[in-house]
């Protein structure tokens, strides 16, 4: 299946253009000693208002034994956006107004952020329910991401939770993740894996 990309989508998010948009399907969770459950998911990934980054939320309920849906497990939001310096044409922090108008406005200023290997580097932030919150560095290749936790941050009444790799990829045109944890004294380790379909 071809990679649709959407011509108004700004040009440092055509890497990751392949995401835009609700994916919904199930997968399956567990860790450590915990039983393996089914769950259900839908992910969103938009690009606001032009902005040079992805906004992402995922919402995960349990299923039971007849795949109804029960209580949800999580939510998630996150920013994904391309690593590059930031500079006085870039928003922020906080709601600082930019300088100057960005120099990535085509693809071909946008393929001099592409890495020795040919992929470009993903930075991810994702806060999680209960006081935990992700900051991840990656690589996307083509239809496929890497991530791994760069810093993990956690109120003083989170779980122990230390660190983190997420995959992401497109295959035969659903959006196929994997995520692996160390926590709760455990070791990295498999916890979640699920097959989502495009559904708008």
Known sequence: MPIEIDASLPSELIPLAWLVGSWEGEGEVGYAETAQRHFGQRIEFSAPGGAPYLQYSAHAWLLDEEGARQDTLTLETGIWELVRQRESFDAGPGLLVPEGETPYTTAESVEGLRGEEGDFGLEVGI???HGIMELYTGRVAGPRIDLSTDVVARTKTAKDYRAST??????????????DIAALGHELASHASARLKKVS
């Open 127 to 129: 806060v999680q329910p």
């Open 166 to 179: 997420r995959m992401y990829g497109l295959v035969e045109g659903d959006l196929l993740w994997a995520w």
